[in-house]
């Protein structure tokens, strides 16, 4: 069974307590060294599905399994504001890099791709999308940026590293925004991101 993120509220944000959109905070934009946890691993905006048929792959880049429950993901929008969600009780671990199950995938709610079965899957909210032009962030429970990538500058730095990565085209010509096949994380999403054939859940 597939379980849903739930909406949860930024710190220090103006946020609508009934969607868990919030304002990014600019304390968060504050620059880190490249994650030694949790990166986004690769994005796909939308499918031929439309603008939900989408999935965001989240990889453990550390030596050690690492909690979700420490995490939120932010899904940035171009208007600087975000959704921001937990994941739910009951989330298992991500396995150390390089290991079987050292990778998760969140689905959108028309999601048509295949993830192979021993892959953890979570399902986005239906009624949120990842903005073609927006962005995607990992942060931990206090708030800090721990890994992110932007589709274009009109994402605040808190919801991007650098220059934009370029944003993943939908439709028939089907293509995902990620990383290398072992996860180089330089802290330039130009540099870090290219476009490619989807792959959720399997090495890129």
Not at 128 to 157: H, Q, R
């Amino acid at each position: 069974m597939r379980a849903t993120l739930t909406g949860v509220v930024a710190l220090a944000a103006v946020t609508t307590a009934t969607t868990g959109l919030a304002r990014a905070g600019e304390a968060a934009a504050v620059g880190l060294p490249a994650s030694s946890s949790l990166v986004v691993n690769e994005v796909m905006t939308r499918g031929p599905f439309g603008s939900t048929d989408e999935f965001v792959e989240i990889r453990n880049v550390s030596p050690r399994p690492v909690e979700l429950d420490r995490f939120e993901i932010r899904l940035y929008l171009a208007n600087g504001m975000y959704w921001g969600f937990s994941f739910p009780v009951g989330t298992a671990a991500l396995e150390p890099y390089g290991r079987q199950g050292d990778v998760l995938v969140l689905t959108g709610s028309a999601f048509s791709g295949t993830v192979p079965p021993e892959v953890q899957v979570l399902s986005l909210s239906p009624q949120v999308d990842i903005p073609d032009l927006g962005g995607v962030a990992v942060y931990t429970e206090a708030g800090v940026k721990v890994d992110a990538v932007g589709f274009s500058f009109a994402v605040p730095p808190a919801g991007r590293e650098g220059t934009p990565a370029s944003p993943p085209p939908g439709g028939p010509a089907l293509f995902s925004s990620g990383r290398d096949a072992v996860s180089t994380d330089t802290d330039r999403n130009r540099t870090d991101f290219s476009l490619r054939d989807p792959t959720p859940g399997t090495p890129n």
